[in-house]
């Protein structure tokens, strides 16, 4: 055990160096990006930053009302002409602005898009499509096991640990989003997708 | 990429389970701030007019998505990211760790480099090689117990496999494995479910030609698979006077990875490697380097806050040089280790863990007439052990304090106890000051305590029994900070406090010399860098370092051959690089390094260029050309090291 003076001592030091590098780190910093020219820009997070510039979510939430003409639900999955068109968000409430943006006044045939937000996917959801990601209170597996067998178009998203078993899966190719179809696992949810959507896919997976 | 929701917090989520995941997971923890970056730059069209096959075209990540960590770990922590990896176009580990601002590489011959951080590069004459960095891929050291050196000629993994690096200046703290005493270098492959399909990795070139082929797919419902197989030729270059140096290098290696999710709770993973390279001699037969390695592990994520987990590996390597007598030496390592990660009370969290590794080595000694190199035992197996314990406690919503303590039990030293203290403040989500004391050691290894160099018949140099490790107390104080919405930048400072550093001394009767722990003496200096997106094409970043050593010899001690067979390095380097999305399809990136001259021996300073030029043909192929060095026709990194001359190559990349 070193005497207590020298532990004093060795705080101090660095305490100095911590003040040091306060006063030291404007200058250092600015002589690196000299060539920046929005660096005057502050800081300062905004309180509440809006998420609506991500193109990586538009181009998702995007796709995620372009997929349903390509896909089939079965008959009975509309009772009347009206009823609107339910695509769900398990998990990612950012994610579900940019999707309420996207289908703003669109619709599938007579059905107008609904978006909704669910903390917990259950097998009673009522959806069509469900995108599921950072789902706090279940797994991705949980969350597909929940809406298995059930007309429901499950589309994942791989920057989600596990990503597994979902009928569509958005991947990241090259700075490019495209997606990964499951036939095996559309033909447990009494899905099926026509076959411009599965050539457009980056890979189709047969029933296994 | 998602866009992390403003809550201060945002790593909450990222339980002990993952924090568990891998040694190097400290700087995984948060990016918040750098993702957020990332949110801020892409700009939304009227995707809604889009047919499905275009919204297939819009390119989505920018090359502001540079993941600089901005991480909570408090230490001086430089990340290079895969995208970084591919823009660069560096196909082998020494050339992607030129990306890291706070390491010096030196290439010494085709196969062959010095790496190193904070000085201490080593000198041939002294027989002294950089020996203070622990390297790990995918959690396996492979730094050779033996010299506690590295030879990166035996380590290669596919860059598009490489999901990310991390480098680490400065003692990395209680949880890194022995030899984190300079520096610590984390290589952290893709989970293979990120390899899917096929890829061929073609390149033609002056210095260079490899080709690489990979497969990955998935095995059953919850496992995916990757296996590769890759060969590279890199011609001989010229030595340090300008004649060819007949030592063109061959490396042929295949592995693979298999990831499985056998529980919503484990992830187990298993990969193996195996290569044989061979490099050539003037004049006979050629030197081979052959390694195998195998290694699994377990995690398994107890509650949101706890997790376990239990790795293996063996490693086997041989390396051998039938032109010396048939010199060379087989190593083999196994390695056990267990790590817990829980968390006590809202404000710890608390990480302990056990390793043990046993290893084995059989040294056919090198005996010649001019100059013999013998091992007494060249036989032996040796046993190291360490624990260690880490607990961070967050002081309050601003300021953690880290503390951690390593015990490690070395063959011929016994226990070395090396203690660590961190402190971070966050006093806003866009800065960060942290501050580290520690200790850290370089332990004794058969070659400097059981080598018996003969010159002739003559005993000449003889290790030492009673030789003692090598310390560091290490004073760090870092910031690191988000300037704009588009920059980030780090500064690093560091004061090291070095004792019993190796030397040679005489022996009572002169001769043989013996290595000795007669050095001691400080350095300090600077690393800084920096990454500023001008706009959503274009992105700029920096490095900088610089560096001072004031060494001298212990009283007693016979000077030998001076300070410099300490370390021949640069008191200054660094690098600007620009990377730009010319088009959707087109991509520049551009690297301008300079090294200060090498002190003594003495070697020139160089300033040297890095280009290439990507061009993405369609969804399945991508063309590129690169060059590199190309200021000059050749330049010296180390002192007799070959000439390194002006490179270029054409690359191409096909999925399938």
Redesign the interface.
Known sequence: MPPRSRRTR?RA??AG??AR??VR?PS??FA??L???????????A???Q?????????KA??LY??AP?VNWPPATFESPQQPFRICVAG???FDAYLQQ?VAG?SLGTHPFEVHRLETLTPDSQCQIVFI??L?SQ?V??ALEAVDGKPVLTVVD??EP?A??GIVKFV???????F?IDTGAAARNHITISSK?LN?AL?V?EA? | ???P??TPQGSV?TSAGKRVLARGAVTMTLLALST?A???????TD??S????D????????VTKNPEPLSKAPAAVYVISHDDIMRSGARNLPDILRLAPNLEVFQTSPGNYHITARGFSGNNVAQNFPNKLLVMIDGRSVYSPIFSGMYWDDQFVLPENIQRIEVISGPGGALWGANAVNGVINIITRNS??S??GLLAVRVGNLESSAAVQYGG?L???AHYRVYARHVRRHELDDANGRPARNGWNSPQVGFRVDV?SS?DDTVMVQGDLHDGRTDQPGGSDARNTEADVLARWQHTISDTSGLQLQAYYDHVHRRDSNDGGSGFALDTLDLELQHSLAVGDRQQLLWGLGDRIYRYDITPRIAEASSLLWDPARNTQNLANAFVQDQVAINDETELTLGLKAEDDPYSGVSLMPNLR?SWQP????M?W?A?SRAVRTPTPFDEDVIEKLGTAVFLTGNPSFKREKLTA?E???R???????T?S?S?Y?NVYDDLRTIELSPTGLPLIWGNGMEGRTYGVE???S?A?SDWWQ?G?G?DAQRQHLGFKPGASGLLGVAQAGDDPQYQGFIRSMMNLSDSWTLYADLRGIDALPDPKVPGYVELDLRLGW?VN?KL?LSLSGSNLLHAWHQEYPDGNRISRGVWLDARLNF
């Open positions: 060795v030091r660095i160096l911590l590098l306060g780190t250092c910093l690196l990006l060539a920046c020219a929005s660096c005057e820009a502050s800081p300062q997070p309180p509440h930053p998420p609506a510039v991500s193109l990586e979510y538009a181009v995007t796709y372009k997929l390509f990612d409430a950012s996207a669109r990601s950072r706090a797994t597996q949980e791989s920057t596990h597994d078993g990241i190719d090259r700075g490019r989003v495209r990964v959507l457009l890979a997976r296994s | 990429m998602r866009c929701q403003p989520r957020r990332m949110c801020l730059v892409a700009q939304p995707l809604g889009l047919t499905l096959e919204l297939g075209k819009v390119v989505v990540s920018s479910a990120e899917d399909g998935k059953g419902k919850h999710q919503p402190l806003g989500r866009s800065t000051l501050a004391a004073y104080a870092g910031w900070g988000q300037v704009a919405t588009r920059a930048v500064v400072l004061y800084a860098w920096g500023s001008i700029l920096a900088f993405l969804d991508e």
